[in-house]
């Protein structure tokens, strides 16, 4: 079997309404409301979705065997500029963690900067030249 691609990803939360409004806001997310319940909001990054729970979420739903929170590392492509992207954290009071530094992703070189969201996941933002 081949996999074509990631199709949405689950991040456990500690406050769904604070990562909420960091999603939508700082990464300017659109939240999809018709597929955002009580126990879980689901944002639109490009072609991906990427899901909200907590840990209490109800246990008949399906679920990895440890929801954790503040586990996750993941990386996020942006189309705008690393300069820009610097401002527009400082502006929603995000701390930048790391970069600008060169890093290699799937589709080759790219400036990533890091940092945290209100769980401390940490958040690599890309900007791939000429992309």
Do not use: W
């Amino acid at each position: 079997m081949k996999m074509r691609r990631i199709d949405h990803i689950v991040l456990t939360v500690s406050d769904i309404e604070a990562s909420r409004r960091f999603y939508h806001e700082v990464f300017d997310m659109p939240i999809i409301d018709d597929q955002t319940t009580d126990d879980v909001v689901t944002l639109r990054c490009g072609h991906q979705l990427i899901r909200l729970q907590t840990t209490d979420r109800p246990a008949d739903q399906l679920q990895a065997n440890h929801p954790t929170v503040g586990a996750a590392d993941l990386c996020l492509v942006s189309g705008d500029d690393p300069e820009e992207a610097l401002h527009h954290f400082k502006s929603y009071y995000v701390d930048v963690v790391a970069g600008p530094v060169t890093k290699h992703g799937s589709e080759g070189e790219m400036t990533s900067l890091y940092l945290h969201d209100p769980d401390k996941n940490l958040i690599e933002v890309s900007f791939y030249k000429n992309k």
